[in-house]
Structure formats: structure tokens, C-alpha cells
């Protein structure tokens, strides 16, 4: 049986360890600021993510763009060229044409390599959600699944993916299109803070709103509790948007008190998905129900 190889991108949020760990690569999207267009590594310091939310903090628009067709074809050719197949877990089609673009480019490279196969899979999912998925398609190819086995299996579990956010406000969102919500859930009035889930169609929608910070940090948990299953046997995954440590720390403290978890891994919201929802935001995913809610 071929080799498999897990390839996400930069929406994945991802940082360089669980890459290592899991040993995943992903394609690189660019952000554009001030006309200059940047790779979305991955793998920056938090002293590059902080200089980066606080352009925006400033007050200044960050812009994105999906996987250029070179950086398809660059990745998938190394381990294409390396005897790999590859199964590419891919931000939800909602959210990113990439998944489309990775289609066109795979048919073309299967040109010159026949007897390779290459799996563009929509994940459904944005951020952590989507790099969940990355993981389990690489512990599923540690046990020794093909890349076929790997497709179907993610895409039966996609929508067990449960993703719960809080944001300060839904503006950067609503300006790159990113959110489906009704004109209730925009804007700041006394300090209430909205709640989003990736929803049974891979959309980014608010579900609820919490009044402060502090509340939204423990709705995000009880929603997290009820829907998680066998936590025991899971990692909860914690990204934010270049949060203090202090709100870090209170939020992974709410879920190791709340749920009976084997793990908290902690990392960055990357510059894609950072450019759209903006500084400050947080969230948790985990394997769980089935995402049935549609916004």
C-alpha cells in the first residue's frame, strides 16, 4: 500500500508543534497589507502574532487570499514525487474557494503521476475545527489506513466537529463576508459578545450572545461540555486571536473544572482566519455530537 500524506492550510490553525507531532504539512494562503502580499506561515512567534492583530487593533484591514495554484502544485508534487498519496483537509468551501482550486490542481498532477490519488476534502470547518479534522486523518493514516479509508472516514465525521467562539464583535467578519448573521447580532452595546459555531453547512454563524467577557467564556464551556462525547478520551483544543495570558490561562481553567478531558492544547488563531474574525477572539473545538444546526 502507498504511503499517505495529511496536507492542510493556513486555516488550519496549526502551530509547528502538532505538525511535527502528527506529521502534517499544509499550503500556504497570503495576507495583504498595504499592498504587500505575505505567506500565512503557521509557525510565527507570539511576538510576530502580536505585531500582526495589533495592525488591526489599529484600526487597519488585513486582506487574505485562498492557495495560489503554485503553492498547490509545489506541495503536492513533493510527495507526490516521494511515492505519497495525500489526502488534503481543506477549509470549508463557505469560507474558502481552496478546496476547489486544490481539485483542479489534482486533476492535472494526476496526469503525470497515474498511480497516485489525491483526496480534496472539504472539511466543513474553519480554524482548529478544521486542523481536528487534519489530526485525525493523521492518526488514522499512523494506523494504517489508505488514503481512500482516510477520505471516507473524515467525511463522515466532519460534522462531529464542535466548534464554540467568542468575539468581541462581529465587524471584521461581516466585512469579509465570513458570517451568516441577522443585524441583531452586530455591534457592541453593552459589552455583549456574540457566540458562532461552524453550522451543519460549514458556515460561520452566531448562535447566542453572552453579556461580558467573563460570560462568554463560560458559555463557550457549557456549550462545549454538553456537546462533547467520551471527553475523556479527548484533547480540547484552545485558539485565540492574541489574548492576554491571563484570559488564556481563566479559559483553559474553565474547561479542565467543566470537562473531564485527557488534554488542553492551546495555540494561535493563524492570519487567515485572524484577518477575518479579529483581535481577541477565542474559541474550543472537540469531537462531539453531530452539528445539525443550520443559521
Keep these: 500500500m502507498r504511503k499517505v500524506k495529511i496536507i492542510t492550510d493556513s486555516c488550519s490553525d496549526l502551530n509547528g508543534e502538532l505538525m511535527a507531532k502528527y506529521d502534517i504539512d499544509y499550503a500556504r494562503m497570503c495576507t495583504v497589507y498595504n499592498g504587500e502580499s505575505t505567506p500565512a506561515l503557521l509557525t510565527r512567534t507570539p511576538e510576530e502574532f502580536h505585531e500582526f492583530y495589533e495592525i488591526m487593533r489599529a484600526g487597519n484591514r488585513i486582506l487574505t487570499t485562498q492557495v495560489p495554484v503554485e503553492e498547490f502544485i509545489t506541495v503536492f508534487t513533493k510527495y507526490l514525487e516521494e511515492g505519497y498519496d495525500i489526502v488534503y483537509i481543506a477549509c ?60 471516507d472516514r473524515i467525511l463522515a465525521i466532519r460534522k462531529n466537529v464542535n466548534e464554540f467562539v467568542t468575539v468581541h464583535s462581529l465587524d471584521a467578519l461581516r466585512r469579509c463576508g465570513r458570517v451568516k448573521a441577522s443585524a441583531a447580532f452586530f455591534g457592541n452595546l453593552m459589552g455583549i459578545k456574540p457566540i458562532l459555531i461552524a453550522d451543519a453547512d460549514g458556515t460561520q454563524v452566531p ?83 453531530e452539528v445539525t444546526f443550520r443559521g
Excluded at 498511480?115 to 486523518?137: K, P, R, T, Y
Excluded at 462533547?228 to 492574541?242: G, K, M, R
Excluded at 473544572?257 to 487567515?272: A, F, L, M, R
Design 92 to 151: 470549508a468551501v463557505k469560507q474558502s474557494g481552496s478546496v476547489n482550486t486544490a481539485q483542479v490542481v489534482s486533476r492535472d498532477l494526476l496526469k503525470k503521476y497515474p498511480d497516485a490519488s489525491i483526496f480534496c476534502v472539504d472539511s466543513m470547518n474553519a480554524s482548529l475545527g478544521e486542523g481536528l479534522l487534519a489530526i485525525q486523518a493523521a492518526m488514522l493514516v499512523k494506523e494504517g489506513l489508505s488514503a481512500q479509508e482516510v477520505n
Design 207 to 289: 448562535i447566542k450572545k453572552a453579556k461580558g467577557r467573563q460570560a462568554s467564556f463560560r458559555e463557550i464551556v457549557a456549550l462545549l461540555k454538553e456537546a462533547i462525547l467520551n471527553p475523556e478520551e479527548q484533547t480540547v483544543y484552545v485558539a485565540h486571536a492574541d489574548c492576554s495570558q491571563a484570559e488564556v490561562d481563566v479559559l483553559v481553567s474553565l474547561v479542565k473544572q467543566e470537562i473531564p478531558c485527557k488534554d488542553v492544547v492551546v495555540t494561535y488563531i493563524g492570519p487567515i482566519i485572524g484577518a477575518s474574525i479579529g483581535p481577541d477572539a477565542v474559541g474550543i473545538w472537540a469531537m462531539g455530537k
